[in-house]
């Protein structure tokens, strides 16, 4: 018989004891959730609640939850079911704050239409008012991602971010109207240093600019209004009861929470969330939310408490990027919530497909260009990698003993243990099935190109495995829109002469342009080649590569990061830094310097797509922020 193990509630990392008997339970007015399926709440101390109990969990059987509820009927201010916890991704607005992360449109539509197949409830598509470009990204997000509803009714909320002035939040509906649900994001700081030193406000004013802002967002016709404390953790907590009970009378929907500065520690933050609750007029009648940076790397940590502590949004990032030290990661909040919210958090589940985890996670890698650390939880290279003799032999034994989660859960398939091998001598549909068994759903164009790169591939390596897959993908997919395209290199290197290249590219007029050059060493040389035909001065920022696979025969990703020499600066207005746009590539090859032209001349197309945008500007420069 299996052994159990006994767990006991009063080990829960999460103790936030409150006077007030309701604080944990909503409104019972407000509850609807069906018969079959009675709601369950964290184990937290409270006069009204019954002494906890224990938990008895087979060591035998890996801890899953049970299949998911549908996902509940969206009403902005509601969730039907208490248990249900809305996941809004800020990948595209605070996410695209990190140092080198910059997307250009088309980008951040493929991410977007990637993030709806992922399953977020809303998706903060970027800064509308920030600079043109961001306007016309989530113009276009809103249009085509917010308009397609799936066969169960899903569609994504799209959100567009504003500070509380009306030029902001004009632009902010102006963009995101087109939305079958549209939603505003309005914040405004309420900490004491904010006020002093950045805003140089009174509370008093600061409350009248936040009622009257979510007020006139209302007034535009947006039934979807969220408004955040900018820097919450720090902010005094009676002034954050009164603002916050304020912009529920003008109209907010949805009261976003911050450890802006990601200060606090988890008992401190899902206390914080707990207070809110207990203290704040009208909180029934509308959805808390945690958004929670990672400086102290406790950002998951303070997610999962405010969720326990009743949050029913979490805002988190793929891959968790964003300023400084990044965000909570969604892949990290979902799965915790899979696999423990039945049993440890209270019967709290998403509607995310987390099939889809690992190619959301991979096409922000490449898109961005931040590559994520092996160790990273859940989307890391060895995330599911075992060396040590003792693990290997109990993962041997059964797979239970040292994965709690299976990789096939997060669309990650083993490559000793697919079924399909494929070698030079597979056809395009075999191709074609593996990759869409990896997550891959491309048109004929692209299957097309991929394949024979596929071929190439085989017939040096004769077996190519899952790795190569992907990274041919993330090669021939997720590029920048051409401006200019590899067609031939040439190169001369070694220990008797000069490193030289001759480079011969396409223009985006179709014409050629050749041109040779020496350095020292052949991507040196090839730089200068590059930089002899395109006329456009770079610095060079960073440079790595990466075998994708073990052996000889492993194809280089390579990665880079330029900055143009006549760098466009611009001051961010909230804070006065002065920001440099710097811009990535990546490249992949069997020849390493062919995989590293291709990451140079991805950077370089990135770079001059943004240079005939802005060439045309005439709205102000994009300005990072943080709420």
């Known amino acids: 018989m299996a052994s159990s193990i006994l767990i006991s509630s009063k080990f829960s990392p999460f103790h936030f004891p409150s006077p007030k008997s309701s604080l944990f339970l909503p409104s019972p007015t407000s509850l609807h959730f069906p018969s079959s399926n009675p709601p369950h709440f964290p184990s937290f101390p409270s006069k009204s609640l019954p002494k906890a109990k224990s938990l008895l969990i087979s060591s ?12 509940p009927l969206y009403i902005p ?33 493929d991410i977007a239409r990637q993030l709806a197949k992922l399953g977020v409830d809303i998706i903060e598509a970027g800064f509308p008012a920030a600079s043109k470009d ?42 995101v109207k087109y939305a079958k649900r549209p939603r505003i994001h309005t914040f405004i700081a309420t900490s004491g240093i904010h ?9 008093e004013e600061v409350l009248d600019i936040a009622r009257s802002m979510v007020r006139f967002a209302r007034s535009l016709g947006c039934n979807d209004v969220e408004f955040s404390p900018e820097d919450a953790g720090r902010s005094d907590r009676e002034f954050l009861y009164e603002i916050l009970g304020e912009v529920i009378k003008a109209g907010a929907t949805t009261l976003n929470i911050p450890d802006t500065v990601g200060i606090t520690m988890p008992s401190e933050f899902g206390q914080l969330i707990a207070d809110i609750k207990a203290n704040t007029p009208g909180i029934e009648n509308v959805i808390i939310s945690t958004h929670c940076q990672n400086d102290l790397g406790l950002s998951t940590a303070n997610t999962l408490a405010g969720a326990c502590a009743g949050a029913r949004q979490v805002e988190v990032t793929i891959n968790g990027i964003g300023e400084r030290a990044g965000n909570a990661s969604l892949e990290e909040v979902v799965m915790a919530i899979k696999c423990r919210g039945e049993h440890v958090l209270g019967g709290l589940y998403t509607g995310i497909n987390t099939q889809h985890i690992v190619m959301s996670s991979k096409m922000v890698e490449d898109y961005t260009g931040l590559h994520i650390q092996p160790h990273k939880a859940i989307v890391g290279a060895n995330a599911f ?14 797979k239970g003993t040292y994965e709690i989660i299976s990789p096939e859960d997060i669309g990650l398939e083993r490559s000793n243990e697919a079924g399909i091998v494929l070698g030079k001598l597979s056809g395009r549909h075999a191709l074609k099935d593996r990759l869409k068994e990896l997550g891959y759903e491309l048109d004929d164009e692209q299957l097309g190109n991929i394949f024979w790169r596929f071929k190439a591939v085989a017939e040096q390596k004769k077996r190519v495995i899952d790795a190569d897959l992907i990274a041919l993908v993330s090669d021939e997919v997720f590029q920048p829109e051409v401006v200019w395209k590899l067609h031939d290199l040439q190169v001369t290197c070694g220990t008797l002469g000069l490193s030289t290249a001759t480079v011969k590219l396409i223009g985006a007029d179709g014409e050629e342009h050749v041109a040779c050059s020496v350095g020292t060493g052949p991507v040196d040389s090839a730089y200068k080649a590059i930089d002899l035909i395109t006329k456009e001065p770079v610095t060079l920022l960073e440079y790595s590569m990466n075998a994708v696979t073990e052996g000889i025969d492993a194809i280089a990703t390579t990665r880079v990061l330029i900055r143009a020499e006549k760098s466009r600066i611009s001051t961010n207005i909230l804070t006065g830094e002065i920001v440099q746009r710097t811009f990535s590539g990546n490249g992949a090859g069997m020849d390493i310097v062919v995989s590293s032209v291709k990451a140079y001349i991805g950077a370089l197309n990135k770079m001059l797509g943004f240079k005939e945008q802005y060439q045309t500007k005439t709205s102000i420069e994009r300005t990072p922020v943080s709420a």
């Open 385 to 398: 990698a075992h060396e040590s003799g003792i693990h290997q032999d109990g993962m041997l034994k059964h």
């Open 60 to 71: 035998s059987l890996a801890p899953t939850p049970p299949t998911p509820l549908r996902r």
């Open 134 to 175: 961001d306007f016309e990204a989530v113009t276009a997000i809103a249009k085509e991602v917010g308009n397609a509803e799936d066969e169960n009714g899903y569609v994504p909320v799209v959100c567009g971010l504003s500070r509380c002035n009306e030029n902001d939040i004009k632009a902010a509906w102006e963009a």
């Open 77 to 109: 201010n509601h969730i039907p079911d208490p248990n249900y916890v809305r996941i809004f991704d800020t990948t595209l607005r605070d996410g695209e704050q990190s140092p080198g992360a910059t997307l250009t449109s088309k980008e951040k539509l």
């Open 195 to 203: 006020l002093e030193y950045k805003l140089r406000k009174s509370k």
